[in-house]
């Protein structure tokens, strides 16, 4: 068994998942071709996007830089783009002889093609104009089965509108309500576990969908050759999670198949990875040299088998959603420290979970003002529940937690030090 040189990388991402599967400990989620690419390869059970809102999301996945620093603090659609000579992973990628393709969701620029992409297909449903995953699928495997993919390296990228809200029982049919595993962090009643089961219609639906993408892979004869790495941009689109720097906001599903054959890692870890991580890790899997400026770490010597140290701590931000809403944050083993830049209540709910069955059940508990700092022992209190900031007993940590989070944010050059960031012109 040996490492591939120059590896096909087929990268698969959903919308708005968080870890919402089967290989994730999540009982009753119909995951199972998702399952099996983690029970063939790498799950990592604490990855962490950089934030939870998808453009800013994504840009970090593809051009390894934190948002603050590449451009993309908020939404693509709302005017925001990627700053000027920022690389995304196809450019890096064809430098080391790479073909690239983009299928789908994309949601980092209104022009496709200043991604740096060879070739885009939308993707788009004829009936809903949705990037849906099914049609999304159908391109990319006639694109796979062609006899081209077998002359060069190539880096496909394969992208859902699955499984963002909303879940329109016609085109997700839902699971039992009475069935459905309720989060801790979520009210259990009949409006959430209605919304649940809609939610686990469109988990089935890209779960499929990724089966084909796979079985194609499989026939054509790529898998000894082709990297499969899935993730999703960030946390649900429920309460607490997405649009939040709690941990169900951030923590990704993030899984990586080595090629057939390969003497790669295939098994499970919980050592600290970030969604900036994964362009230096392809990159140095690809056979190419680390460039300058990307703000994540390369995990190939691991996957290879090296026990190199895992990362101290994750950062992660938010500086607009649909209304300014800046924050910052450093997560370790055990800690996390936030920092809330401006006022305002303790969840401000993007629109599409305001309009949400689960929504409608949960009173207004979470309009509470937040706190300037929060502070959380993530060993005793996992759902962030317990603000610890400026109590005695922590305060050497809640100090150590808010130096390490200013010293990153200068070192990335963080605009929310000099103040308010203003929206696009």
């Known amino acids: 068994m040996t490492s591939i040189e120059r590896p096909n990388i087929v990268l698969v991402h959903w919308h708005d998942l968080g870890t919402r599967l089967g290989t994730y400990g999540v009982p009753g989620v119909p995951s199972p071709a998702v399952d099996r690419i983690a029970a063939e390869g790498v799950r990592f059970d604490r990855a962490f996007c950089a934030t ?10 593809m051009s390894g830089r934190y948002p603050h620093a590449n451009g993309m603090m908020g939404l693509q659609h709302l005017g925001w783009e990627y700053a000027p000579g920022i690389e995304t992973m196809p450019m890096h990628l064809r430098g080391l002889g790479y073909h690239s393709a983009n299928f789908g969701m ?16 939308e993707g788009r449903d004829p009936a809903t104009g949705w990037q849906r995953a099914d ?21 496909a990228v394969v992208g859902f509108f699955e499984v963002h809200r909303p879940y329109p029982a016609d085109l997700y049919p839902p699971d039992d309500p009475a069935t459905v595993s309720v989060p801790a962090y979520l009210p259990d009643n009949p409006h959430t576990r209605e919304d649940l089961a809609a939610f686990h219609g469109s988990i089935r639906v890209a779960d ?9 892979l499989r026939a054509e004869g790529l898998l000894d050759r082709t990297w ?10 429920f309460p607490g999670a997405k649009s939040t720097l709690y941990d169900p906001g951030i923590q990704v599903s993030l899984l990586m198949r080595p090629p057939d054959g390969s003497a790669y890692r295939r098994e499970p870890t919980s050592r600290l990875a970030a969604h900036v991580d994964v362009l230096p890790t392809l990159i140095d899997l690809a056979g190419g040299a680390q460039p300058a400026g990307l703000h994540g770490v390369s ?27 800046p924050m910052r944050a450093v997560r370790t083993d055990r800690w996390k420290y936030i920092h809330n830049a401006e006022p305002g209540p303790r969840l401000l709910l993007p629109r599409d979970i305001e309009a949400s069955a689960t929504r409608a059940g949960m009173g207004d508990a979470h309009l509470v003002e937040r706190a300037a700092v929060e502070v959380y022992d993530l060993t005793a209190d996992p759902w962030e529940r317990d603000n610890l900031a400026g109590k005695p007993e922590v305060a050497d940590v809640e100090r150590e937690l808010a130096d390490t989070l200013v010293r990153w944010q200068r070192a990335t050059g963080d605009p929310l030090l000099d103040g308010p960031i203003p929206a696009p012109a």
Do not use: N
């Open 52 to 61: 939870p809102l998808c453009s800013p999301a994504r840009s970090a996945l």
């Open 106 to 121: 994309q949601h980092e620029s209104q022009d496709p093609s200043r991604l740096g992409y060879d070739e885009v297909y």
């Open 135 to 155: 049609t999304v699928v159908d391109e990319a495997t006639t694109w796979l089965a062609a006899p081209d993919r077998r002359r060069e390296p190539f880096l």
């Open 208 to 216: 499929r969908a990724v089966g084909r993408l796979v079985e194609t």
């Open 228 to 237: 499969i790495v899935f993730t999703t941009d960030h946390g649900m689109a």
């Open 299 to 325: 995990h190939a010597a691991w996957l290879r088998g090296s026990d190199i140290p895992v990362r101290a701590e994750v950062f992660a931000e938010k500086t607009y959603h649909d209304a300014y809403d």
